[in-house]
Nanobody, 115 residues
Framework: QVQLVESGGGLVQPGGSLRLSCAASGSIFNINPMGWYRQAPGKQRELVATITSGGSTNYAESVKGRFTISRNSAKNTVYLQMNSLKPEDTAVYYC?????????WGQGTQVTVSS
C-alpha cells in the first residue's frame, strides 16, 4: 500500500509563490519517478513536473523557468516550488508516484491564482 499526502496549496495573487509538498509512505521502496500533475476545471489532467530517484527532472513547457521540483529521499518527500504564478496555473495539483507499472495518486491540493 502506498500513501501520498499533499500539502501547501492555497490562494495567491498573480506573480506570487507557493510551495507544494508530497509525503510518501507505505511500500515505497521502488517508487520512481515521482511528480506533480494538475487538473483545471473542464480540462484533462496534465503533467507539471517529474523527478527520478537520480535527480533527473522533466517539466511541462508552460512551467519551465517558473516551477522547480525537488526530492528529499531521506524524508520520502517531493516538493514543487512555484514562482511567478499566473491565473492559468489555477488547478487541483496531484502528487504522483510510479512503482513499476502502477500509478499512485494523492488526494490533490487546490491552487488558486487570483487577484
Amino acid at each position: 500500500q502506498v500513501q501520498l499526502v499533499e500539502s501547501g496549496g492555497g490562494l495567491v495573487q498573480p506573480g506570487g509563490s507557493l510551495r507544494l509538498s508530497c509525503a510518501a509512505s507505505g511500500s515505497i521502496f521502488n517508487i520512481n519517478p515521482m511528480g506533480w500533475y494538475r487538473q483545471a476545471p473542464g480540462k484533462q489532467r496534465e503533467l507539471v513536473a517529474t523527478i527520478t530517484s537520480g535527480g533527473s527532472t522533466n517539466y511541462a513547457e508552460s512551467v519551465k523557468g517558473r516551477f522547480t521540483i525537488s526530492r528529499n529521499s531521506a524524508k520520502n518527500t517531493v516538493y514543487l516550488q512555484m514562482n511567478s504564478l499566473k491565473p492559468e496555473d489555477t488547478a487541483v495539483y496531484y502528487c504522483n508516484g510510479k512503482i513499476f507499472s502502477n500509478n499512485y495518486w494523492g488526494q490533490g491540493t487546490q491552487v488558486t491564482v487570483s487577484s
